[in-house]
């Protein structure tokens, strides 16, 4: 699914940064980043530029750690929601609190674990050299060289406001699970050990908590992007530095539609992920229990 969706990943992380694909001049890309604001392009445009210009491997940029992300990502916010869950419920019992303080936590937890990561992979998405099979090495050495340990945290600050969204999520989607919402209707169809009518209310409520939770904290992530985007250097100041900072800046040069910059693209991408990650986490848990009810 990373492999698949990786050249979505490449087209967005470019809508939400201030690289202009080759629009603007022919200027270095730091300062261009850091001078000129962001020029709009259609898709098909900005997919054009970046493979003229680039070639067709570039719209694969940061799949080697886009992947060791993902694969440990999911995991660790998993692990850590259950952990979360079972202490939070010592201290507070009532359903929405829980699943929103248990999930914003292991949000959390999971940002700042994986942020290393996430800050390579963007790195590589904006960088508009041509690729090499040396990228992920070189990049790692640059941002060392430039910032040390630091450099591996830049946007952290806007990924620990965007945990929020897992909060959001799980609360919501919980609460559309229990109402077993599409389930009445579709129940009927099937025989009464199906897991079908399950996989459909699971499915829509995985949709509507995943368009609810990420369009109102989506501007986090563009900020996050803006963050990462340029490195400080004796002869360049960074523009974008701190978190209400740079998003009142792209509020005043770019409006609303700069804070949302690739968010059709994101929603294309996130959601089926979303659907499958449930689906396969629903599923452990049901033939779990199953187990489970069958041993006693």
């Known amino acids: 699914g990373v492999i698949v969706t990786s050249p979505i990943e490449l087209l967005k992380t470019r809508q939400q940064s201030t690289i202009s694909n080759y629009s603007v001049s022919n200027l270095p890309s730091g300062v261009r980043t850091a001078a000129v604001a962001p020029v709009r392009t259609s898709l098909w445009s900005q997919y054009r530029a970046i493979v003229g210009h680039e070639g067709v491997r570039s719209l694969f940029k940061g799949l080697t750690p886009s992947v060791l992300a993902v694969v440990s990502s999911k995991g660790l916010f998993f692990l850590a929601n259950s952990e979360c869950r079972k202490r939070f419920r010592y201290i507070c019992n009532q359903g929405q609190v829980l699943h929103l303080t248990s999930g914003t936590v292991a949000g959390i937890i999971n940002a ?130 701190k978190f209400w900072r740079t998003c009142k800046m792209i509020y005043r040069e770019e409006g609303m539609a700069g804070l949302y910059g690739g968010w059709v693209l994101n929603l294309y991408k996130t959601i089926p992920f979303t659907i499958i990650t449930f689906l396969v986490y629903e599923g452990l848990i049901d033939k779990c229990s199953r187990i489970e009810a069958k041993s006693y």
């Open 112 to 241: 700042l674990a994986m942020n290393p990561f996430w800050v390579v992979k963007t790195k590589l998405q904006l960088d508009e050299r041509k690729c090499s099979k040396r990228a992920v090495l070189t990049t790692t050495q640059e941002l060392w060289r430039a910032e040390k340990h630091k450099a591996f945290f830049r946007g952290s600050s806007a990924s620990l406001v965007g945990s929020l969204e897992f909060g959001l999520y799980f609360l919501m989607y919980e609460e559309l699970k229990q109402a077993k919402l599409g389930y009445a209707s579709f129940a009927p169809y099937f025989k009464e050990d199906s897991y079908i009518p399950t996989m459909i209310h699971v499915s829509l409520s995985s949709i509507i908590s995943k368009i609810f939770s990420n369009s109102f904290l989506y501007p986090t992530e563009v900020i996050r992007t803006r963050l990462r985007e340029d490195m400080e250097s004796p002869e360049h100041k960074r523009k974008y530095r």
